[in-house]
Each structure stands twice: as structure tokens, then as C-alpha cells.
């Protein structure tokens, strides 16, 4: 029996420090596989010995029964919330109101990052999570141990030895945005309540009475801060207790930064507020604490924020305005998207007064209607979207959305395929707004790279007959261009100069220009490596398709249909008879040293942008993919590469590095 529980013990502390691997340090040392078979095996020995099950164990994450409702805990010490300040004269103020009251010329912060979850306490024991609960008012907070035991990275048991006897760490619970998009994907499919975003999904989650489904939910923690400890030292900085909580196994964000005064404090924020959109998980803004906790015990606290503390807001992402209008957009493939007309609102610094509603089902999803009060959001360079109406502030009397059943612009039918959401207008290139689209794409920087041509312009001249297909481009004349709005004389010459330079191209980027349906970038690539000609894609059976790498039906009914139309293999001729020209040939790399290798490429590279090294690796024969799968050969990353990197540590890809990937590239091309 003692050789059994040294056993027992042995796995538990084993699996405790893989998971510390894995969730905090992001570095696991052994293979998933592995991984789960120490805790099937910690699982059979505990299911012949139940005796031996302690709350602590591994096993023990699910498993606990639904809770009727959850019961309170008093906080010994309260969870303060923090002030807030919105611009950098505030955070001026608060760094100027610690100096004078220390009497010092600079403070030392800890800056981190405020990330938008909910705020939960930790309790440990013996290094033994005992107890876990919400903030709740900040006095008392909901009992949420069982659930909180099922988030992978809440350790149940601390790592080392010298951790105080009663520890309370303090951190945020939140759902990575990815996360949150699977879950709401989930619930799409089961037609049930989707989350509004990731912060309400992570209370939602957290806060639910069966840990079983708290289990399934992917939530993480970040801990930023201690509560009570007895029996025990902790050091007297901040940022020191943070890196100790990691040595114990707690996660911490690593963000965090100890900055140097005020101007410190605003270069953090410049930094965090670049990389936002890049980081796997939301954040609101950043948080600055003085580092000192002698000098924090000194400055003390306001009614229910710390002095020595303050939160440096982002603007918002969300806000509520009202939708004015519900227009149909025609799309490059004839589909008709819903768009919001906004009262003009500021969100996140700057004006929004359109939002996407995406298609049909979104709309009866949402129950979104003209008139209606919504929230809108918006997140970096994405198109504004809105979330959810404000049904308490809708008007009687609102009539429910209805798609029309014409083209709002050509007045052809439209039709919804099966399966799909989106409805579509049938007439193709003969409708005007599909024409323009169709033209827009054909002189898009990765199709023909028609510099100088802009959206206003394919619109104008769309719209007074000047061009009707994409060939008309090559016979526009100087004084035709110039008369244009916003023309003169020595821009006509330079769209003439760039329309001749397109001519010379890649028979890839030729056919992506087409436009043709579900073709993207790297579908015309296969096609060009594989047929190495036009004539071949023209008369090219489905059979043949089908038989193409990562040709599925869809994609090759859709080329089929392209080429069936007398006016598509019209518009070809023409273009070459205006003199558009390719290479021929069945592979168009440059070489072929990489031929059989694929690539996927994450993150921000420093020395040249994605496009071009895929470009280069194209070139050498690679095919480079947006997603990474077992078969694929390397993962670059760059900085703030996220869950693609994550992926392919999982599945144990090769990773290489900027540095590396510059070296290796370098090699490859000599
Ligand atoms: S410190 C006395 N640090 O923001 C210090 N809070 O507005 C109290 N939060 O309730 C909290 N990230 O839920 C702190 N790095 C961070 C944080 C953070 C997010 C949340 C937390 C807190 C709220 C206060």
C-alpha cells in the first residue's frame, strides 16, 4: 500500500508539473499522448484504491455533481476594483499624486495588461487549492471551487516548497478569442443563445452550476495580484511576487513589464496598444501598479480603489447608436449583403456609421430592425458589426427585416443555393455591381497589381458605360481617363503605364484574377502548376479537376461553370488579344527545391511583409497554406503569431523561427 501511494503521488506531481509546462511556461516537454497516458494510469490505480483520491488530484477537475445554486464566501481582505484614467493627463495626475505624497522624483510600475474576464480568488492551502471564488461585490463572492478546478491552467496543486501555508492569488478568468468564436460556432450549429463576447462567455462559463459544462467551456487564467497569506514571506515588489507565483505554478501574463515613471507607463501602452489585435485574447486597457509594496502600504486607499493603481483605458470597442437604414450590397459573386446605416457614432477613436449584418439568417438571428437601438463593435481593422439590439429601447410599431427577392441593383432574380446563407443575385457580370466588384478584383494588388486603379474610379467608369468587362481596361484611352473626377492629364498616363506593365504576368495570377468562384490564391496556384496552360484549364473535365490536389466538387463545378459561359471565354481572348501574356509551362517556380513541402506563415515578420515570403517560397516550389495540419512541413512565425503556433507545437511541426527562416531562405535560394 505505501509503494502504492508513493506511486499515486509520484504521477500527481508529475502531471501537476506537465501542466505547469504546458499552460504556464508554454513549453511542454512531452507529447500529448504521453501526457494523457500518466493520468489513465493515475486514473486505474485511483479507481481501485478510491481511498487514495484527494481533492487535489488530477483527476479530480470534472467530475463533481451540479450545484443547486452557489454558496457565498466572504473575501478576508475585500477584491478592490481599480480607477480608471482615459488619456495620459490622467495618467499624469495619478503618478504626480504618488510623487508628491512619497516625496520621490520617480516611481517604479509594474505595467500589465487589463484583460476582459472575471475576476476570481484563489485560496490555497498547504499549496493545495481549497476554495475558489468570484469577486462578486468585492466583500463577498459565489463559491465557484468546483468549476474553477476544471480550468487547465488553475494549478490544484502549487509547485515547490516554499509557498506560504495560506496563500490567496488573485487573477482573471477570461476565454481566448478563439475560444470564444469555437463556442459560439457550437452553439450555432446546436441553434442555441450565442455570447455577445468573450468576457460575458467567461462569466457565463465560470458561473455554471454543472462543472461538467464549465469543463467543456476553454477558459484560461491570468493572475496579477495576492490577497491574505499567513505563514510565509513574499517579497516586497510587486513584480517579484508575480515571477515567485510563476515559480509555484501559477500563470501569469507575459506582457507584463516593470516600467520607469510616467513616460515609462505611456511607452507601455503605445506598445500593448500595437500589439492588441494580435494577442489571442481581448484586453480593455493596461494596468499600472507602483512596485514597491512598502511604497504602496504608504499611499493606501480610496473608498474601494487602491492609490498606487490605476487602469489606462482603451477606447471602447462597443457602443450603442441607432440604425438608420438597412441596405442590400451586391457583392463580387452576386451576394446580397445587409448593411447598417448608423447615426454616426465614435467607437474606439474613430467614426462609425456603417456596420455588416452579415446575411439573412444573422439578421432573424439577431432580430435586427430598422430603427432599432444596437450595440456596434468594432476590433481593429475588421468591418464594424453589429452585436445585439437593445430590445428594451426598441420602438412599437418596428417592422421585421425582409431580403428582397430582386437585385436592388439590376432588378434580376435571386436565389438562395441549399445549405447556404447567403442569397444571391443570378445575372453575374450582367448586373452592374458584380461587374464592378469583378473589376476591382482583376486589378487588385495579388491579381493583376493594376497600381493607381482604385475603387472610385472602377466605379465611375462602370457607371458611365466606359468599361463593361474586364478587357474593356486595356482599350480605355488617355483623354477617356482623365475626364474622370478627380483626374487629370498626368494620372490618366500613369494608369495607362500601369495597365501596360500588367500585361506581363503569371498564368496563377491570371486565372485568381478572373474572379472565378471558391478560386482564391492558392487554387489558381495548383491550377497553374498542375495544367500549365490556359487551354488546359478551359477544356479541363471535372474528372480532371477532381483529380488536382485540394480540388474538391465545389470548387470544380464552379470551374466548369466559369468556362461554359461563351461570355467568360470571350472576355480571356480578348484580354490576350489586348496583349496580356504569361509563361506557359507546367510548373511556374522558379525552382523546385522546396517541391513537395508545404508552409504556413504566422505573425508579423520583421524583414519583409507575408505576401512576399510567400511569394519567395512559391518560387522555390513550396505551397503555402493558411492553416496547420499534420502534413504540413514548417510553421514561420513572426511576433504575436498565436494559435496557429500553438497548433503546431501540438502536433509537433516544425517551427522555425524569423531568424532561422531568413538563414534557411537565404541557403534555399542560392
Ligand atoms: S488588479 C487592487 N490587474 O480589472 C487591484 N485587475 O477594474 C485590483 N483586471 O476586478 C485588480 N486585469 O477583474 C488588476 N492586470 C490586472 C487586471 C485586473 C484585469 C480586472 C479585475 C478587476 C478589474 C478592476
Redesign the pocket.
Known amino acids: 500500500m505505501k509503494n502504492i501511494r508513493k506511486n499515486v503521488d509520484d504521477l500527481r506531481s508529475q502531471i501537476g508539473y506537465h501542466n505547469y509546462r504546458y499552460y504556464v511556461l508554454d513549453d511542454p516537454e512531452i507529447p500529448d499522448a504521453e501526457y494523457d497516458r500518466l493520468l489513465r494510469e493515475l486514473q486505474s490505480i485511483e479507481k481501485e484504491h478510491p481511498e487514495l483520491i484527494t481533492p487535489d488530484s488530477p483527476t479530480q477537475r470534472v467530475g463533481a455533481l451540479p450545484l443547486k445554486e452557489f454558496g457565498e464566501i466572504k473575501h478576508k481582505l475585500p477584491m478592490?476594483?481599480?480607477d480608471n484614467a482615459f488619456d495620459e493627463q490622467e495618467v499624469s495626475d495619478f503618478d504626480r499624486r504618488i510623487r508628491e505624497k512619497l516625496g520621490l522624483d520617480k516611481i517604479e510600475y509594474t505595467a500589465?495588461?487589463?484583460?476582459d474576464g472575471?475576476?476570481v480568488s484563489l485560496l490555497y492551502e498547504n499549496g493545495i487549492l481549497m476554495r475558489a471564488a468570484t469577486?462578486g461585490d468585492g466583500m463577498t463572492g459565489e463559491d465557484i471551487t468546483q468549476n474553477a478546478r476544471t480550468v487547465p491552467s488553475i494549478p490544484l496543486r502549487l509547485i515547490g516548497k516554499d509557498f506560504p501555508k495560506l496563500l490567496e492569488v488573485r487573477g482573471?478568468v477570461y476565454m481566448t478569442k478563439k475560444g470564444f468564436e469555437q463556442l459560439n460556432e457550437r452553439a450555432r450549429e446546436k441553434g442555441d443563445k450565442e455570447f455577445a463576447n468573450p468576457r460575458n462567455a467567461a462569466a457565463g462559463s465560470l458561473r455554471q452550476l454543472d462543472p461538467k459544462v464549465t469543463a467543456t467551456r476553454p477558459l484560461e487564467i491570468a493572475c496579477?495580484?495576492i490577497g491574505i497569506v499567513e505563514d510565509g514571506k513574499m517579497p516586497a515588489r510587486h513584480s517579484l511576487i508575480l515571477k515567485k507565483l510563476r515559480e509555484w505554478g501559477l500563470r501569469i501574463n507575459p506582457e507584463i513589464k516593470t516600467v520607469s515613471g510616467a513616460k515609462g507607463c505611456m511607452e507601455y501602452y503605445q506598445v500593448i496598444a500595437k500589439k492588441r489585435d494580435g494577442l489571442p485574447y481581448e484586453i480593455d486597457g493596461v494596468?499600472y501598479k507602483v512596485d514597491s509594496i512598502e511604497q504602496q502600504n504608504e499611499m493606501g486607499f480610496v473608498a474601494r480603489a487602491?492609490r498606487w493603481?490605476i487602469?489606462h483605458k482603451f477606447p471602447a470597442q462597443e457602443e450603442m447608436t441607432v440604425i438608420e437604414d438597412i441596405e442590400i450590397q451586391v457583392g463580387r459573386t452576386g451576394a446580397l449583403t445587409p448593411v447598417a446605416r448608423l447615426r454616426p457614432v465614435q467607437v474606439g477613436g474613430v467614426t462609425v456609421s456603417n456596420a455588416t449584418l452579415h446575411n439573412e439568417d444573422e439578421i432573424k438571428r439577431k432580430d435586427v430592425r430598422k430603427g432599432d437601438t444596437v450595440i456596434v463593435r468594432r476590433a481593429g481593422d475588421v468591418i464594424p458589426e453589429v452585436v445585439s439590439v437593445v430590445t428594451a429601447k426598441r420602438p412599437k410599431g418596428l417592422h421585421k427585416f425582409e431580403m428582397p427577392t430582386q437585385c436592388p441593383v439590376c432588378k434580376s432574380e435571386v436565389e438562395k443555393e441549399e445549405g447556404e446563407a447567403v442569397v444571391r443575385c443570378v445575372a453575374g457580370l450582367y448586373c452592374p455591381a458584380q461587374r464592378k466588384e469583378a473589376i476591382k478584383h482583376f486589378a487588385s494588388r495579388r491579381a493583376m497589381d493594376i497600381e493607381g486603379l482604385g475603387d472610385k474610379l472602377v466605379d465611375q467608369m462602370v457607371e458611365q458605360g466606359l468599361i463593361k468587362d474586364i478587357a474593356d481596361l486595356y482599350s480605355l484611352k488617355k483623354e477617356q481617363i482623365a475626364a474622370m473626377e478627380r483626374m487629370g492629364e498626368k494620372s490618366a498616363e500613369n494608369i495607362l503605364k500601369a495597365l501596360d506593365k500588367s500585361k506581363q504576368t503569371t498564368l496563377a495570377r491570371f486565372i485568381y484574377a478572373l474572379g472565378i468562384r471558391e478560386v482564391g490564391e492558392a487554387t489558381a496556384q495548383t491550377l497553374a502548376d498542375e495544367l500549365g496552360s490556359m487551354e488546359t484549364l478551359r477544356h479541363a473535365t471535372e474528372e480532371a479537376l477532381l483529380e488536382l490536389p485540394d480540388i474538391g466538387p465545389i470548387v470544380a463545378t464552379h470551374i466548369i461553370a466559369f468556362f461554359s459561359e461563351k461570355h467568360n471565354r470571350d472576355v480571356i481572348t480578348k484580354l490576350q488579344k489586348a496583349g496580356v501574356h504569361w509563361e506557359e509551362g507546367k510548373t511556374t517556380a522558379e525552382s523546385d527545391v522546396l517541391k513537395g513541402q508545404t508552409f504556413v506563415l504566422t505573425g508579423t515578420l520583421s524583414a519583409m511583409t507575408r505576401d512576399e515570403a510567400k511569394d519567395r517560397l512559391q518560387a522555390l516550389g513550396a505551397k503555402v497554406t493558411g492553416s496547420v495540419s499534420a502534413k504540413t512541413s514548417y510553421v514561420v512565425v513572426g511576433t504575436d503569431a498565436g494559435s496557429k503556433l500553438a497548433k503546431a507545437t501540438k502536433l509537433g511541426v516544425s517551427i522555425l523561427e524569423e531568424n532561422e527562416f531568413l538563414k534557411r531562405l537565404s541557403h534555399w535560394e542560392k
Open positions: 478592490l476594483s481599480l500589465e495588461p487589463k484583460l472575471l475576476a469577486r482573471e496579477y495580484s494596468v487602491p493603481a487602469a
